[in-house]
């Protein structure tokens, strides 16, 4: 066969996106997807095409990203250790920054220690191969990451999906399936697309009476949801444990990087069963200080939580009295309902001319015509910024006829 041949093969996979995308972005002035943002270090603006917008769907809950006090640890780390880390952590990758960022995400969590890895997907991926494998059951909420399903695909493990926050169908998928091997079940802390929490309390019942342990992904948690930004835990009030935890290092806190936190035991086993810890380079100087300098901020200023839960209620309240629908959103997380994938990325270019950016979400990553720009609320925008944005959402709603 000739490379054209074998690359015409490959055609129907390039036409699936390509014509997807088309079809979304069919006008010039849509730009929605992959579009380059120069983000105002000291503000939750950000410059499109000369356009000054207010950025609505970025992840930087606590509004830390561009913060001097980070800034500088980064740049400290960089000039004591270099921009990089000589590969995976198991050969000579490891520095003392690793494990002083360990330490304090392990004291964060509660936890006895703590391992970092390269990113939150690969902490995912990593956690779960480590725990199950062939013979072994992991239950998932249907709206779980991306990073679990693949971790649970590659693991070779029986995987079992319930509905999404059903504890009743979990339950009865436990009952169902044999009682051997080690039964895992995972959840998001938060769900990113929705923005609502997971039944903790009655999750931990169900698993200690069917024998599974129970692990959480906080990406969307950490520095958003408890009294002070500690996850989901502390929301509960501390009402029940999990059995592990683990996060990303992308997103409250500003960098790059996923964690795991649990006993001693567990923490040393993923340090030699978890493969994208093992086989993977391991994080850079300018992340690990970051993501450090970070976490103590968190701890010292709880006041941007408090901000952030605050703001998020009002926002949504404000949405809620014109009629718009944030679904079950309880939390930084505000999705803003639009119907069809046309309508959300119609509604996502008149937002812009209104001078926000809410960047769309589709199918299949949402259920049909629950299509939404995903927003975000940080403790980067001001009281005035959020107000700006609400009416600026409501106003592209009514021009879109959402309302
Ligand atoms: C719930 C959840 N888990 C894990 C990840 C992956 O984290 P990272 O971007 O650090 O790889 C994400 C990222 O979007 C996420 O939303």
Redesign the pocket.
Same mark, same amino acid.
């Given at each position: 066969m000739n490379a054209s041949a074998a690359w015409s093969r490959l055609e129907p996979k390039l036409a699936y996106f390509r014509d997807r995308v088309r079809s979304l972005e069919y006008e010039p002035n849509r730009k929605n997807s992959f579009v380059a943002y120069t983000v105002e270090r000291d503000s939750a603006y950000a410059d499109q095409d000369g356009q000054r917008l207010l950025m609505m769907s970025g #992840?930087s809950y606590l509004g830390l990203a561009g913060d001097e006090r980070v800034v500088s640890a980064a740049k400290a780390a960089v000039d004591r250790y270099g921009t990089g880390n000589h590969g995976v952590r198991a050969l000579a990758g490891s520095t003392p920054l690793h494990e002083e960022l360990e330490a304090e995400v392990a004291k964060f969590a509660g936890r006895e220690q703590a391992l970092v890895f390269? %990113? /939150?997907? $690969? $902490?995912?991926v990593g956690t779960v191969g480590a725990i199950v494998g062939p013979g072994d059951t992991v239950f998932i909420d249907k709206y *779980? &990451? $991306? %990073?679990?399903v693949d971790g649970c695909k590659l693991s070779g493990a029986t995987v079992t999906r319930f509905r999404h926050n059903d504890v009743a169908h979990l339950e009865r998928r436990l009952a169902a399936a044999p009682d051997t091997g080690v039964r895992l079940v995972i959840v *998001? =802390?938060? #769900? =990113?697309m929705d923005g609502d929490i997971a039944p903790l309390v009655d999750l931990r019942k169900v698993c200690d009476a069917h024998n599974a342990l129970l692990m959480v *992904?906080? $990406? &969307?948690a950490l520095g958003v949801i408890g009294a002070t930004g500690k996850g989901i835990e502390e929301h509960f009030d501390y009402e029940v444990k999990v059995d592990v935890k683990? /996060?990303?290092? =992308?997103?409250a806190i500003p960098s790059? /990087? /996923?964690w795991v936190a649990g006993s001693a035991e567990l923490i040393h086993h993923l340090k030699y069963a978890a493969r994208p810890f093992l086989f993977s380079a391991a994080l850079g100087p300018a992340q690990s200080a970051a993501a450090l300098e970070s976490l103590r901020i968190l701890q010292r200023e709880p006041e941007r939580v408090e901000f952030i839960q605050q703001e998020s209620e009002r926002f949504r309240t404000t949405l809620h009295e014109a009629g718009m629908s944030t679904v079950d959103s309880e939390t930084a997380v505000v999705p803003v309902i639009a119907g069809s994938d046309t309508a959300a990325y119609d509604y996502a270019t008149v937002c812009r001319k209104n001078g926000v950016i809410g960047l769309p979400v589709v199918t299949p990553a949402v259920p049909n015509d629950l299509a939404r720009l995903r927003i975000a609320i940080t403790a980067a925008h001001t009281k005035a910024d959020l107000e700006f944005a609400a009416e600026a959402f409501i106003k592209s709603a009514r021009e879109c006829r959402i309302i």
């Open positions: #992840y390269g %990113s /939150g997907y $690969a $902490a995912n *779980d &990451h $991306a %990073s679990i *998001d =802390s938060v #769900y =990113s *992904d906080e $990406a &969307h683990l /996060g990303t290092l =992308s997103k790059m /990087g /996923g």
